[in-house]
């Protein structure tokens, strides 16, 4: 990693491992090495990818402009969560040649083109990993906001220019599932992208805990495959499954129980404490149950965790109890804190579910 200043350095046991030192540091970006790029062609790219994930992908099919990144899943015939996407749309000077990338989960890309690969069939779509040629970077941090284009507080022509890339479409854009989360893009591995300055790219470990304190899991890792529900997952919320665009495979499932309305449980940001109430950091690993005190039966069960942070599948009902209600089986000296996500729906809470 380049040089980087006092604010950002990172120690390998300790990253920004209390949030006030995280969020002190203000904007910054990382090389999200966990990613891979893959890339789609074809003139029957659209309705393939239509037909596969649980978003709508019709707004990527735009020649002139490069359009909004979209996020979505691909599920199992059951309904199950299996690999996430990031998929872009760069602006294409000819209408005929649509080509899409997508950032995905690096550790299963080979699986992931394999299972593409059985569902094209005949369909006129070329699919390849392009992960030597691309990269995928994340701008995150406070005050992010105040400093999306250029490098201050002003705003010229070249600042514009920067942000927006090159000419052919390697852009940062919102990451699609939230605000707080910051920029995402995809850039030639050859280069820097533009708004990165050496001094102030960091450890992508700091992007997960930046997520995890927001409630927000990513890829394969975090998200189980072939077992995790996605709408216990906060899928919906973050903006990766569409009610709205027909048939795709595992919808039935994912609309039966968005229709039915009550989801039992949610991937929940935690923080793990000592019965004094100072934060224990890499005391507790994914896998960990979560055990109310008070029924001392199973709440939850711990699915990442980093330093003193992690993200929890709990049930709702003992999710949101007083504070130290639950505790690591095992380990009762720890105390797990539940934390309420600011963007979750005020209809995503238990008591609210069943006044409806």
């Known amino acids: 990693m380049h040089g980087l200043n006092s604010s950002l350095r990172l120690l390998t046991s300790k990253f ?23 890339r789609f062609s074809g003139p029957e790219t659209i309705k393939f990818l239509q037909g596969l994930l649980t978003n709508d992908v019709r707004s990527l099919d735009d020649p002139p402009t490069a359009a909004a990144p979209v996020y979505a899943a ?53 699919i390849e990993n392009v992960g030597e040629d691309f990269s995928c970077w994340q701008r995150f941090g406070r005050g992010l906001e105040l400093d999306s284009v250029g490098w201050g507080g002003t705003v010229g022509q070249s600042d514009v220019s920067s942000s927006q890339g090159n000419n052919i479409g390697w852009n940062w ?21 533009p708004l990165v300055e050496e001094d102030k790219e960091t450890d992508e470990r700091n992007f997960l805990l930046w997520r995890l304190e927001k409630g927000v899991a990513e890829g394969s890792s975090e998200i189980p495959k072939g077992e995790a529900i996605p709408l216990e997952y906060n899928l919906v919320g973050l903006n990766a499954i569409s009610f709205d665009k027909g048939c795709y495979v595992g919808q039935e499932l994912v609309a039966r129980t968005h229709h039915r ?28 149950e979560v055990i109310g005190n008070a029924s001392k039966k199973k709440a939850g069960t711990v699915m990442t965790a980093l ?13 949101f109890k007083e504070a130290g209600a639950l505790t690591i089986n095992g380990r009762e000296d720890i105390k797990v804190e539940t934390i309420r996500p600011k963007w979750w729906p005020p209809e995503w809470f238990l008591h609210q579910q069943q006044k409806t």
């Not at 990031?86 to 990338?101: I, Q």
């Not at 599932?177 to 591995?189: E, N, Q």
């Open 261 to 288: 309305g009550v989801i039992r449980k949610r991937l929940i940001p935690v923080r793990f404490l000592s019965g004094s109430g100072k934060e224990v950091e890499q005391q507790v690993s994914p896998g960990s």
């Open 74 to 126: 691909m599920l199992t015939p059951q309904g199950r969560f299996l690999y996430d996407f990031f998929l872009y749309g760069p602006p294409r000077p000819d209408p005929g040649e649509l080509e899409l990338y997508a950032d995905v989960d690096g550790s299963v890309v080979d699986e992931l083109l394999a299972a593409l690969k059985k569902y094209r069939l005949r369909s006129k779509v070329d």
């Open 307 to 319: 330093g003193s942070r992690g993200l929890a599948l709990v049930r709702l009902e003992e999710a």
């Open 173 to 193: 854009h919102n990451d699609p599932r939230l605000t707080c989360l910051g920029y995402r893009g995809i850039f030639p591995s050859n280069a820097t992208p």
């Open 16 to 38: 920004f491992s209390t949030q006030p030192n995280l969020h002190s540091a203000g904007p910054t970006a990382c090389l999200l090495k966990t990613r891979s790029i893959i």
